[in-house]
């Protein structure tokens, strides 16, 4: 048990024998209602064919919620983004999960994200703007370069997350380069 819970992202070896030892302590409160809640995730969850979400429904939630704007998709990275996304509540828009970035260095290309997926879903038509909302890495601008380049020629609006100052930054404490991009998409006041 130990060792599968090192596994976990988060968790090394000495928090994966705090959390066993926690678990076993707390056998009937905790363990007993984890292990069914895990037998009952191997059954019932899995990947949305359409946005590569993970919910126990296919297409998931997101996919069939007729209150969302199926003429705009978000594009993230991983569910984690979606999810993180989802808890901001600002946006009702369809997503679209990557699955990760493009790295040349790691062996990933463009055959290993669902890149070929998203340019179906837009080509399919009824998709009026993307959202690309990738990490601000070398590998987040590279793959969103990508798709750009892939969407070149259909009727699609592409925009992208802004680069900046955080809510409750102090510009002292920025480094140079968000300190430029917010420079660089500075608004009207």
Not at 41 to 57: I, Q, Y
Not at 61 to 75: A, F, L
Not at 122 to 138: R, S
């Amino acid at each position: 048990m130990i060792q599968l819970l090192a596994k976990v992202p988060g968790l090394g070896p000495r928090s994966a024998r705090r959390a066993a030892l926690h678990l076993i302590k707390k056998k009937e409160q905790l363990l007993i209602p984890l292990a069914a809640a895990l037998d009952d995730a191997v059954d019932k969850v899995g990947v949305c064919t359409t946005c590569g979400n993970v919910d126990s429904s296919d297409p998931c939630t997101v996919c069939t919620d007729p209150r969302r704007d199926g003429k705009t998709i978000i594009v993230v990275e991983d569910v984690a983004d979606l999810w993180a996304l989802e808890r901001a509540g600002t946006m009702s828009a369809l997503y679209h999960v990557l699955g990760g970035t493009l790295s040349p260095l790691d062996g990933i290309g463009p055959d290993d994200l669902t890149i070929d997926q998203l340019v179906n879903r837009v080509a399919d038509g009824g998709i009026k703007e993307l959202i690309i909302a990738v990490n601000a890495t070398v590998e987040g601008q590279t793959t969103a370069h990508y798709i750009t380049d892939r969407l070149e020629g259909l009727d699609v609006r592409i925009t992208r997350l802004a680069h900046g100052v955080p809510v409750g930054g102090e510009l002292d404490y920025l480094d140079e380069g968000t300190l430029a991009a917010a420079l660089k998409a500075r608004t009207d006041f």
